[in-house]
C-alpha cells in the first residue's frame, strides 16, 4: 500500500490551493480516504474524508465551505481543494485510508490503517 500526498506550496491569504493523494499497488475502492494536517507544535487534526465507493464526505468545521474533497476514479487519486485559504490554514497535509464507512468515526487518526508522506501548505502574505 503506497500512498503519495502532492500539491503543497505557498499561497498568499484568500488563495486556492489543491492538494492529490494518489494510491499505487491496490485500490481505493473498498476505502476510506482522508486528509489530516498538523500545525507547528500542535496536534494532527482530521480535515476531510471521501467514503469512496459512494463518494459521501465529511469536513471539520473550521474548513467547511472552503475545502472540497473529491475522488477522481480513473486516476486512483483523492484531491483536497482548497479556497480562501488562512495563514491558520498552514500545515503538513497528510492523506491516509482506511477500512471504516462510518464517516463520523473517521474523523480519528486510529481510524485509518495507512498514512502517505505529508505536504506542506504555507499561507503568507
Known amino acids: 500500500v503506497q500512498l503519495q500526498a502532492f500539491g503543497g506550496g505557498f499561497v498568499q491569504p484568500g488563495g486556492p490551493l489543491r492538494l492529490s493523494c494518489a494510491a499505487s499497488a491496490f485500490t481505493l475502492d473498498y476505502y476510506t480516504v482522508g486528509w489530516f494536517r498538523q500545525a507547528p507544535g500542535k496536534e494532527r487534526e482530521f480535515v476531510a474524508a471521501?467514503?469512496?465507493?459512494?463518494?459521501?464526505?465529511v469536513y471539520a468545521d473550521s474548513v467547511k465551505g472552503r475545502f472540497t474533497i473529491s475522488r477522481d476514479n480513473a486516476k486512483n487519486t483523492v484531491h483536497l481543494q482548497m479556497n480562501s485559504l488562512k495563514p491558520d490554514d498552514t500545515a503538513i497535509y497528510y492523506c491516509?485510508?482506511?477500512?471504516?464507512?462510518?464517516?463520523?468515526?473517521?474523523?480519528?487518526?486510529?481510524?485509518?490503517?495507512?498514512w502517505g508522506q505529508g505536504t506542506l501548505v504555507t499561507v503568507s502574505s
Open positions: 471521501i467514503r469512496w465507493s459512494i463518494g459521501n464526505t
Open positions: 491516509a485510508v482506511g477500512y471504516g464507512t462510518i464517516l463520523s468515526e473517521m474523523r480519528l487518526k486510529r481510524a485509518y490503517d495507512y
